[in-house]
């Protein structure tokens, strides 16, 4: 037998030493040695541990380069609850919170902290080592999320120091910081892809990713604040606190105790304003009963602890001059303008950009060009001009003339009826409209056409290779490969994903051809209603409205649509270009339901009615929109129409409630297989009082 143990304890000590390393770059800010250096030692390990996959570990540092298999997320029970605080903007109401605990208990310590804004996590460990990593969920069950939040460096694998609890679950924000998310924004930008609204949806949705790979290269940070478990050794938040960050944990380095409302309220005003040059996002400030023996006399309401409350920043506001307005023209051919302004701070980063949304809200401001604005940022993408300082006005202003004309086609807007924006109606003309439809189609979420971005879309409609969407499938790599900036190996690339995608499934084709108001959800339910294009495009308006989601004004539009000869004939050209038309026949279930006719009515609370109707024909039943006399049974929800049930009862039909249809398909496959959760839970009321501190 070969003796491997110097192998061995060479990757023990090079694990060793890249937690060291890690943990002093991520945690500690303070590293020893160069990237370069850290590089070399890892690149050896990741050597040796795959000739030697017997040496395998779970945590081994490697692992936090992340994975790019996709994983399903199971749910898992929290042993103990994930509570959430309660709220408040006002300094009164937290003087209050303060002072009734200062009556009761006398003299109270309070733990004041930054809220962190990002996504709550939960990390359990045992001897040490990282075992799980959960979200909140809906507080009782989250999502398993460990392969994803291994590859957050400042979240230890493996724990080192003294005294460090056999098992203890820790808590704290996941979170993504500035710098990481403008990155990350202006990737998906020059890809095409839909940017994220601000840091916190990024650091959330990027928890959710179904390749860990992906999470790895997108910067995530965690501060731990918050431990739970039983007989821990600790009777107060802050030594906990300190602790955990002996042992190797992050933990917010501006955590401080105060005494009474004053010194509360200070922390507060500092940080209030302090905040803005954190290189990272919070919304508030967390105030916390310092002592773990006062916290269990305060105990639990039934949504958050009484120890505790969160002091919320009012959303960060900057004055500064509005210089001109553009107008922007959408891919549906809506205007919106866009206001160019002298560039301010606000939030983390520097604004030049701000939202005005439409002529009625211009006009309602009364904003004019030259004047002193306030912007404020909420949860969209850019922020929003929220008024005007009319004591900064210049007395030569006039008001704002709003355009009546395309600024990129010159074509004269229109508005319709209930809508606020204008819009441009030279949909097959006007420039922006066009690229926005081919760049609209090729995005992830609908063809999925890899290595074509924006830029090369604008590329090849300038070079006249394509003018709308269908011409895509006529592209020949030949063609691409003498454009500019476009290499022999990205033009392959682009035709093979031209080419795969003709095999994207007809829900994702719908949602790619633009049609104004069919989202992603909407194109999802009509695939699976009428389950092709031409049994849409021969609906009529009433007919159209029976998918899910569709109402009068989406009906409208899908007709509209149709009725245009130009998309008419871009239509037939991806048709003959091989795309999907018709949604996949699911495989059947069971023939329980074989030669049943079956009307869906109402509205259900265990699936929705489209999952139903799929449920039906996946157990070979016939669904029928309207009740007729050979309507073998109506399954019922709440609200179901009136007439439906008069002639049901007319008729004599069967009506069944969604519990008695599920039960009469019995064993088959309803629901997604339920998912384990950690045996033998301790019951949760009784941990509470004890261990959630
Ligand atoms: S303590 C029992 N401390 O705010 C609740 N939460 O609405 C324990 N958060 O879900 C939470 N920074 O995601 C705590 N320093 C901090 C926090 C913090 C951010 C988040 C957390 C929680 C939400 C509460």
Request: with cysteine; aromatic share 8%.
């Amino acid at each position: 037998m070969v003796d491997n143990s110097a192998v061995k304890v060479e990757i023990e000590h090079l694990r060793e030493q890249l937690n060291y390393h890690n943990r002093k770059y991520y945690v500690e800010n303070s590293p020893e040695i160069s990237d370069y250096d850290f590089d070399c030692l890892m690149r050896r390990l990741m050597d040796l541990e795959a000739e030697h996959p017997e040496f395998y570990d779970p945590l081994s540092p490697s692992v936090r380069v992340g994975s790019d298999r996709t994983s399903e997320f199971t749910s898992v029970a929290h042993r103990y609850p994930m509570l959430s605080l309660s709220n408040t903007y006002s300094i009164e109401e937290l003087s209050a919170f303060i002072e009734r605990i200062e009556q009761q208990q006398g003299v109270t310590e309070f733990a004041c902290e930054l809220k962190f804004d990002g996504t709550a996590i939960s990390l359990t460990y045992e001897k040490g080592r990282l075992v799980r990593a959960v979200t909140r969920g809906d507080g009782t069950t989250g999502d398993d999320v460990t392969a994803n939040v291994k590859t957050i460096r400042s979240i230890p694998l493996v724990l080192t120091g003294d005294d460090i609890p056999d098992f203890f679950e820790i808590r704290g924000e996941i979170f993504m910081p500035y710098a990481s998310f403008d990155r990350l924004n202006s990737e998906r930008e020059a890809a095409a892809e839909q940017l994220f609204a601000n840091p916190r949806n990024a650091a959330a949705g990027t928890l959710k990713q179904q390749q860990s790979a992906v999470v790895a290269k997108r910067g995530l940070d965690c501060t731990l604040y918050q431990m739970a478990g039983d007989n821990l050794p600790f009777t107060n938040h802050i030594e906990n606190l300190e602790a955990a960050r002996r042992w190797g944990f992050k933990v917010s380095e501006y955590m401080t105790l105060c005494r009474g409302a004053k010194e509360v309220i200070e922390y507060i005003n500092h940080w209030d304003e302090a905040r803005k040059s954190l290189p990272y996002p919070t919304d508030g400030v967390v105030i916390k009963v310092n002592n773990f023996a006062l916290r269990n006399s305060l105990g639990f309401t039934a949504k958050s602890p009484r120890w505790a409350v969160a002091y919320k920043f009012k959303a960060e506001s900057a004055l500064t001059r509005l210089i001109s307005v553009d107008f922007q023209v959408g891919r549906t051919g809506a205007i919106t303008p866009v206001a160019n302004l002298e560039p301010v701070l606000l939030a983390g980063t520097t604004v030049k950009r701000a939202s005005l949304h439409n002529a009625e809200q211009i006009a309602a401001l009364d904003i004019r060009i030259g004047d002193m604005v306030y912007v404020e940022k909420g949860g969209e993408i850019i922020p929003k001009i929220t008024g005007v300082e009319l004591s900064e006005r210049k007395s030569d202003s006039t008001p704002f003339e709003y355009i009546t004309l395309c600024p990129e086609c010159g074509a004269e807007l229109v508005r319709f009826e209930g809508e606020a924006k204008h819009y441009c109606p030279n949909q097959s003309g006007c420039r922006p409209q066009i690229l926005g439809r081919i760049i609209h189609f090729i995005r992830r979420k609908a063809m999925n056409i890899d290595g074509l971005g924006a830029e090369t879309v604008e590329l090849l409609f300038e070079n006249g290779l394509i003018a709308d969407i269908a011409d895509l499938y006529s592209l020949r790599a030949n063609d691409l490969a003498l454009l500019p900036r476009l290499g022999e190996k990205s033009a392959d690339n682009i035709i093979s994903s031209i080419e795969a995608s003709k095999s994207v499934p007809f829900a994702r084709v719908l949602f790619g051809l633009g049609i104004r108001f069919v989202g992603e959800t909407t194109a999802k339910y009509m695939a699976s209603h009428f389950k092709s294009l031409d049994a849409i495009m021969a609906a009529d308006r009433d007919t159209l409205q029976e998918a899910d989601e569709v109402g009068d004004k989406i009906a409208q539009a899908i007709i509209e649509y149709f009725a245009d000869p130009v998309n008419l004939a871009i239509i037939e050209r991806l048709r003959a270009a091989g795309l999907q038309f018709e949604s996949e026949q699911s495989v059947l279930s069971s023939n329980i339901l074989e030669g049943k006719n079956i009307v869906v009515s109402g509205k259900f609370t265990l699936h929705s009615r489209e999952e139903l109707k799929a449920l039906i024909e996946r157990h070979g039943g016939k669904n029928q929109s309207g009740v007729s006399g050979n309507t073998d049974f109506i399954v019922a929800g709440e609200n179901m129409g009136p007439a439906k049930l008069q002639k049901a009862e007319k008729l004599g039909v069967t009506i069944l409630t969604e519990q008695q249809f599920i039960e009469l398909l019995g064993n088959s496959d309803t629901t997604p297989p339920p998912t384990v959760a950690e045996p033998e839970q301790p019951k949760v009321e009784q941990v509470i009082q004890t261990s959630l501190f």
